[in-house]
């Protein structure tokens, strides 16, 4: 067993029942991360309907994991009875089971719960929030409006309202929405952030800085709210102010667990690495660390010895990085003088002359595969289109899930693309998304060959050899971009901070061009603009 066993605990001498128990729920916890349910079931039951919150809180998450969701209802709704606030442990039941990617389990516990008490508003939130993340906002709204039925006056709900509204594209409602809440009361610190990212997905960047300001003012250690502060600035161009600013990113869970105090410096003056070790570690989703290994060869030539720890679909390609002494994959933490996750270098690099890194091409491929790819790609004469329709829905944080919907398009979208003369179409798509075949409504096959791509190091070699990717928001376009391959990016309405504002070229990739929504969630317009640009280079690569 995982957990101690209830009897050696209450038998303890050492400590106290109380702080033999907050031990036991401290296990607890770490032990309903892993998914160990039936362990903390077995340790937590002989402590459960004695009065504990915490205890038939855990006991309930336990429960559901194990589809015992009357029961679990039953111990979710008792710990909210005797909890002394308003927070209900349906919320964090949410929390968890997405964290897990289990989310409908959490939703049948909910269920269950409702059927107890189903005019229960705090309930009635945590249902709707689940269900903004399960991709079913219109449901979630219905649920929320019963909330507000019952509650009209509830800024949680009334954010959680907003947020499924602007799933939906209702960008309009939910502006109203907010400032409602902002209404009711002017210093909530989520009504306010919430306000803002609405703002500068809008471009509306001056507004949108305000409002963070005033955000920030209320809960100054809020690491959420700093996070979003800083894509806010960004987006804007104002780097100094928001590199600094998205450091913040490290007090959220998941971020690197390396001391804080053997971070790397900012480069300013007086500040030697030479002879220093450092190790530059994978933070987040490939693409940036793709973007960011730009600033490898700038920090070897200060003299630093640079060991980077990356993914092993990257490390073929990151062993020919100008620059970098070491490679490594998986394995126990090196020594190292200094440390820096690959997201902070450009702040590491700020008003020195190395800001941007260096130049595309900084990554290269390997000749040998390069011919061996060039072999299995069409030689027709005819346009080499490389495409990829969706991204990776990191299924377990959930707000990667929710950006993922809006970035991501469908094969069935981009049928315009097969009524094209004189284009070979390509998929580069790997992933759930790839799930959706191969053949276009329209009847045009797509070749795959993604079955020979066992890493980002063999697809790199097959991207030297096509004229043009065409690629939603994925990490597909920082290797394309590295390699100085063109690309013509479909991107959604509320862009990334990397593509600015306003903007169809990029600061990073010369030969990338934004084709952006205009209207959320409407691809409609995007795969058109982007048949107009490959009929015109169809025709130009036949003249040629």
């Known amino acids: 067993m995982l957990l101690p066993s209830p009897a050696p605990l209450s038998e303890n001498t050492s400590l106290p029942t109380s702080e033999a128990l907050n031990l036991l729920l401290r296990r607890a916890g770490v032990e309903l991360e892993a998914g160990h349910f039936s362990e903390v079931l077995a340790a937590l039951s002989p402590h459960g309907g004695m009065g504990s919150e915490a205890v038939d809180s855990l006991l309930g998450f336990a429960l559901t994991g194990l589809d015992r969701h009357e029961e679990a209802a039953l111990c979710l709704h008792s710990a909210f009875h005797l909890g002394e606030g308003s927070k209900h442990p349906a919320l964090d039941l949410v929390a968890l089971f997405g964290r897990l990617d289990r989310r409908e389990q959490a939703r049948k516990t909910l269920q269950a719960l409702l059927k107890i008490a189903p005019n229960d508003a705090r309930v009635l939130d945590a249902m709707g929030e689940l269900l903004v993340y399960l991709g079913e906002a219109k449901e979630a709204l219905r649920v929320l409006d019963h909330s507000l039925d019952v509650r009209p006056i509830s800024p949680l709900t009334m954010n959680f309202k907003a947020i499924a509204l602007m799933e939906l594209g209702e960008i309009a409602e939910a ?21 803002a990212c609405i703002y500068s997905a809008l471009n509306r960047s001056d507004d949108a800085l305000a409002l963070y300001r005033s955000a920030i003012i209320e809960r100054p250690q809020n690491a959420t709210i700093r996070l979003n502060h800083s894509i806010s600035l960004l987006k804007a161009g104002r780097y100094a102010q928001g590199w600094a600013e998205h450091e913040w990113r490290l007090q959220l869970p998941g971020h690197s667990q390396l001391p804080a105090s053997l971070l ?8 030697d690495i030479r002879g220093k070790r450092i190790l530059v570690t994978q933070e987040e989703g490939l693409g940036d660390t793709l973007m960011y290994l730009r600033y490898i060869p700038a920090l070897a030539r200060r003299g630093a ?13 990151c062993r020919r990085v100008e620059g970098a002494a070491i490679v490594q994959v998986g394995g126990n933490v090196p020594e190292f003088d200094w440390h820096c996750p690959f997201i902070s270098l450009p702040r590491v690099f700020v008003g020195t002359e190395d800001a941007m890194g260096d130049p595309v091409p900084y990554l290269h491929t390997d000749p040998q595969k390069d011919l061996a790819a060039r072999k299995l790609l069409p030689d027709n004469g005819k346009l080499n289109v490389g495409l990829v329709w969706g991204g990776a829905p990191r299924p377990h944080l959930s707000s990667a899930l929710m950006l993922d919907r809006k970035r991501s398009t469908s094969l069935a979208a981009l049928d315009p693309l097969g009524k094209i003369s004189g284009i070979n179409l390509i998929s580069f798509q790997k992933g759930p998304h790839a799930e959706q075949g191969t053949i276009l409504p329209c009847g045009k096959e797509i070749l795959d060959l993604m079955p020979y791509a066992d890493t980002m190091d063999d697809t790199a070699s097959f991207l030297m050899g096509i004229d043009v990717l065409v690629s939603v928001d994925t990490s597909l376009v920082h290797l394309a971009g590295a390699l100085g391959c063109p690309v013509l990016m479909m991107d959604r309405f509320d862009n990334c901070w990397r593509w600015l504002s306003g903007r169809d070229d990029s600061i990073w990739y010369p030969d990338l061009t934004i084709i952006r929504q205009k209207k959320p969630h409407k691809w409609g317009d995007v795969v058109k603009r982007v048949a107009a640009h490959l009929k015109k280079m169809a025709a130009a690569h036949k003249r040629s």
Not at 179 to 191: F, M, Q, R, T
Not at 308 to 314: I, K, N, R, Y
């Open 175 to 195: 502006t109203r929405i907010f400032k409602k809440v902002l209404e009711l009361i002017p210093d909530n610190a989520s009504a306010l952030s919430n306000l």
């Open 264 to 271: 790397v410096p900012s480069l300013g003056d007086g500040v």
């Open 305 to 317: 010895i640079v060991h980077l720890w990356v993914p092993e679909t990257l490390a073929e390609l």
